[in-house]
């Protein structure tokens, strides 16, 4: 059974940074998209980054040049690093994985593996 644990959120003043984490264990495929996504309150969930097992990347256009999703293979932790945090970027930010490519963002109804949330605010 897949299980992922995030870690890393918390309040900064917009211009700051956050890495987030997402580990993964009881996950063995050699075919895998793990994506970050992100919901507001009102809002749909929306998906910020995602990386599968080609090591292709995607990112949606508001999060481009600041934010950088990896993935630490040894640790099987996926990584979100966020720079140049605005209020905008204001969610609960929520990690899945499955086991198929992607090549672009995927909705995110297409997963069925997710982890709890984690909370980032950013303050004016």
């Known amino acids: 059974q897949v299980r992922l644990v995030v870690s890393g959120g918390g309040s900064v003043q917009a211009g700051g940074s956050l890495r987030l984490s997402c580990a993964a264990s009881?996950?063995?495929?050699?075919?895998?998209?793990m994506a970050w996504f992100r919901q507001a309150p009102g809002k749909e969930r929306e998906g910020v980054a995602s990386i599968d097992s080609d090591s292709r990347t995607s990112y949606a256009d508001s999060v481009k040049g600041r934010f950088t999703i990896s993935k630490a293979n040894a640790k099987n932790t996926l990584y979100l690093e966020m720079n140049s945090l605005n209020p905008g970027d204001t969610a609960m930010y929520y990690c899945a994985a499955d086991r198929w490519r992607c090549s672009s963002l995927p909705w995110w109804r297409r997963f069925d593996n997710w982890g709890q949330g984690t909370q980032v605010t950013v303050s004016s």
């Open positions: 009881g996950y063995t495929y050699s075919t895998y998209c």
